[in-house]
């Protein structure tokens, strides 16, 4: 479904009123007939009309505003990004703003009638069909190569920060190790595994080069949720190796099992994603893969700066970073 920017004008047709009577109910300046007031009402509602938050209706302004949805908003790794974005937005003249992704349509709606400048997508479920959208809408798009975006099309900017290559990276560690059983834990809050996401992929691709037992968890709500399954799922499984999707769950994963009985980095190695501040001061420290804040920062301003511009030369922005193994006792 294109998304266009429903008026005044439509609320009144729908209603079959005057576009000063609907003025009227919005603003809530003059009296209404009841009755008149109720079509109205019902017309914002079934149109999902949103008066614009500024006046930007007028063609060449700019809100000076630029929005990152993620997946978890809670976690370190997406604060520390947006801390490097909105450094550098802020010495372009522009504000970021934070959220998370709703994953439906009111929340697609909601940001097409706020008028961002430029919004950089790190979520992975975020639809590829609702980013289609927003990009068939001319909004200038970053997208963090979380998964598969390859079906989509138009101008857009497209990071990939490395994930892929990054597990690929942990799952050979754990070979190295001799380990020969791998569990991958996938995200809190995800409904499924997704063999798109990257790290999944990567998980699975090495794992099956190299021949290895290989299995995948998800499904879990919260950290005690993700506890229950996992000590289930070891009830029945033998692993000797996990890597977790972030550090948190692989932090999970590593205090399950030695809960269990288990020697971590002796019986059993684990590896998380982010290098956050928690797998440095963890039980043993955590073996992590670094994802480098600073250059996606640096790449995501430049992309949509880029894109702003409205140079019709522009098709896909691509750029490729890396991802640094950093060692530590779990391994």
């Known amino acids: 479904m294109e998304l266009r920017q429903i008026t005044?004008?439509?609320?009144?047709?729908?209603?079959?009123?005057?576009?000063?009577?609907?003025?009227?109910?919005?603003?809530?300046?003059?009296?209404?007939?009841?009755?008149?007031?109720k079509r109205v009402e019902e017309a914002i509602e079934k149109l999902n009309y949103r008066p614009?938050?500024?006046?930007?209706?007028?063609?060449?302004?700019?809100?000076?505003?630029?929005?990152?949805?993620?997946?978890?908003?809670?976690?370190?790794?997406?604060?520390?990004l947006m801390s490097e974005i909105d450094q550098?937005?802020?010495?372009?003249?522009?504000?970021?703003?934070?959220?998370?992704?709703r994953a439906d349509e009111d929340f697609i709606q909601r940001i097409y009638s706020r008028f961002f400048d430029g919004i950089l997508i790190g979520s992975a479920s975020f639809s590829v069909e609702?980013?289609?959208?927003?990009?068939?809408?001319?909004?200038?798009?970053?997208?963090?190569?979380?998964?598969?975006?390859?079906s989509i099309?138009?101008?857009?900017?497209?990071?990939?920060?490395?994930?892929?290559?990054?597990?690929?990276?942990?799952?050979?560690?754990?070979?190295?190790k001799g380990r020969k059983s791998l569990l991958f834990l996938d995200r809190i809050g995800g409904k499924g595994?997704?063999?798109?996401?990257?790290?999944?992929?990567?998980?699975?691709?090495?794992?099956?080069?190299?021949?290895?037992?290989?299995?995948?968890l998800s499904g879990y709500q919260n950290a005690e949720e993700l506890?229950?399954?996992?000590?289930?799922?070891?009830?029945?499984?033998?692993?000797?190796?996990?890597?977790?999707?972030?550090?948190?769950?692989a932090l999970v994963g590593m205090q399950v099992c030695k809960n269990s009985g288990i020697r971590i980095?002796?019986?059993?190695?684990?590896?998380?994603?982010?290098?956050s501040r928690s797998a440095r001061y963890s039980d043993p420290p955590l073996t992590s893969i670094a994802i480098n804040q600073k250059e996606i920062a640096r790449a995501v301003i430049s992309m949509l700066m880029a894109l702003m511009k409205k140079d019709e030369n522009h098709q896909i922005l691509r750029e490729n970073l890396s991802t640094t193994l950093v060692m530590r006792e779990s391994v």
Request: aromatic fraction near 10%; charge should be negative; proline fraction near 1%.
């Open 227 to 249: 506890d229950q399954m996992l000590s289930e799922y070891m009830k029945n499984a033998s692993i000797d190796g996990i890597v977790g999707r972030n550090d948190y769950v």
């Open 153 to 176: 099309t138009g101008s857009f900017g497209l990071i990939n920060t490395g994930l892929y290559d990054g597990a690929i990276t942990a799952v050979n560690t754990l070979y190295e």
């Open 88 to 101: 550098l937005a802020y010495k372009e003249g522009y504000f970021v703003t934070l959220c998370e992704d």
């Open 130 to 150: 609702n980013i289609q959208r927003l990009i068939n809408a001319s909004i200038p798009i970053v997208l963090l190569e979380i998964k598969d975006y390859s």
């Open 265 to 275: 980095g002796v019986d059993c190695s684990v590896i998380g994603f982010d290098d």
């Open 52 to 80: 614009n938050t500024m006046a930007r209706a007028l063609k060449g302004k700019q809100s000076n505003h630029i929005l990152l949805i993620a997946d978890d908003i809670k976690g370190e790794y997406f604060g520390k």
């Open 193 to 216: 595994t997704d063999i798109t996401d990257w790290r999944t992929k990567g998980f699975l691709d090495q794992t099956k080069k190299l021949k290895l037992n290989a299995d995948a």
């Open 8 to 37: 005044r004008k439509d609320i009144a047709k729908e209603a079959g009123v005057s576009e000063t009577v609907v003025s009227y109910v919005i603003n809530g300046n003059r009296y209404v007939l009841a009755e008149k007031r």
